[in-house]
């Protein structure tokens, strides 16, 4: 599984990308919305991990944007928003799931491993 991590802050982009290689999973990193869409039009991604605050391009956006271009693309938003705020943004934007910071990488797990079968 290739999974997509857009996140401005590098250490969740070191750690998402660590874990990632950890699990048998390989990871893309951008660090912001418009390189994100960038790199999944040119390398493509079965599931993308992007957080909700970022400079420029945020998370609902980015999300839209992949809808629109990838619909079958699982896309989870991340964010320490409280749950109930982040649970709104990902429904209206579209996201297939919703991440809280800081995040259980067991629960990352868990969700990925729904989101795109083996």
Known sequence: MKVLIIDDHDSIRDLLAMWC????????????????????????????????????????????????????????LMSGRCPRELAGLAEACGASGALGKPFDLTLLDGLLRGLVPA
């Open 21 to 76: 290689r950890a699990t048998g999973r390989r990871a893309l990193v951008a660090a912001g919305g418009a390189e994100g869409l960038a790199l999944l039009a040119e390398k493509g991604a079965d599931a993308v991990l992007v957080d909700v605050d970022m400079p420029g391009l945020r998370g609902p956006e980015v999300c839209r944007r992949i809808r629109a271009q990838s619909p079958d693309v699982p896309v989870v």
